[in-house]
T-cell receptor, first 114, second 114 residues
Framework: DSGVTQTPKHLITATGQRVTLRCSPR?????VYWYQQSLDQGLQFLIQ???????AKGNILERFSAQQFPDLHSELNLSSLELGDSALYFC?????????????FGNGTRLTVT | QQPVQSPQAVILREGEDAVINCSSSKALYSVHWYRQKHGEAPVFLMI?????EQKGHDKISASFNEKKQQSSLYLTASQLSYSGTYFCGTEFMSSGAGSYQLTFGKGTKLSVIP
């Protein structure tokens, strides 16, 4: 158990809908990262927050947004969902920013868009 | 820019050795290695920082060649439990420090058979 909690585990929704994925980092970790994993794209970096502030942004679509709250949990909001958004979404946390801080991954949220 | 991993897949018999390579076209600050078993979250193996070093624990070790911007993961005397997909993650240099963005390669699928 990595100590990172993601909810829900599974999510099935229709195209055009909006969903929210939630992540609670390990106790003491200040950084939260979001990744999207699909079969043909591997682990795609979406966004990183450190202590409530956005620190790095990857290939995150404009339809996607995220935030990290004062209690350090984070939410990833996906809107106007398309079939291609179906994927496994991982949250990871680390003590600080990368460098020599390993990422600890949650078990992921599997999103299916029908 | 996504690092390039090779080989894409490898099949080993128990007790055999393997090397997985990871190369980048950009200057790296750190290289991370993770292993993901089917249906599970990626699990941290080790981190190597710029400066060129080698790390290891048990029968898994890694090296980082800063001049070539390459890292290699060495698995010796493989066990059935080593099966999974291995990902390298690279953090680029940015203004002399890390970029806080970890970009993963597409992974190397390792299968260990009896």
């Amino acid at each position: 158990d990595s100590g990172v909690t993601q909810t829900p585990k599974h999510l099935i929704t229709a195209t055009g809908q909006r969903v929210t994925l939630r992540c609670s980092p390990r106790s003491g970790d200040l950084s939260v990262y979001w990744y999207q994993q699909s079969l043909d794209q591997g682990l795609q970096f979406l966004i990183q927050y450190y202590n409530g502030e956005e620190r790095a942004k990857g290939n995150i679509l404009e339809r996607f947004s995220a935030q990290q709250f004062p209690d350090l949990h984070s939410e990833l909001n996906l809107s106007s969902l398309e079939l291609g958004d179906s994927a496994l979404y991982f949250c990871a946390s680390s003590v600080e920013g990368l460098g020599d801080s390993p990422l600890h991954f949650g078990n992921g949220t599997r999103l299916t868009v029908t | 820019q996504q690092p390039v991993q090779s080989p894409q897949a490898v099949i080993l018999r128990e007790g055999e050795d393997a090397v997985i390579n990871c190369s980048s076209s950009k200057a790296l600050y750190s290289v991370h290695w993770y292993r993901q078993k089917h249906g599970e979250a990626p699990v941290f193996l080790m981190i190597l920082l710029k400066g060129g070093e080698q790390k290891g624990h048990d029968k898994i070790s890694a090296s980082f060649n800063e001049k070539k911007q390459q890292s290699s993961l060495y698995l010796t005397a493989s066990q059935l439990s080593y099966s999974g997909t291995y990902f390298c993650g690279t953090e680029f240099m940015s203004s002399g420090a890390g970029s806080y963005q970890l970009t993963f390669g597409k992974g190397t699928k390792l299968s260990v058979i009896p």
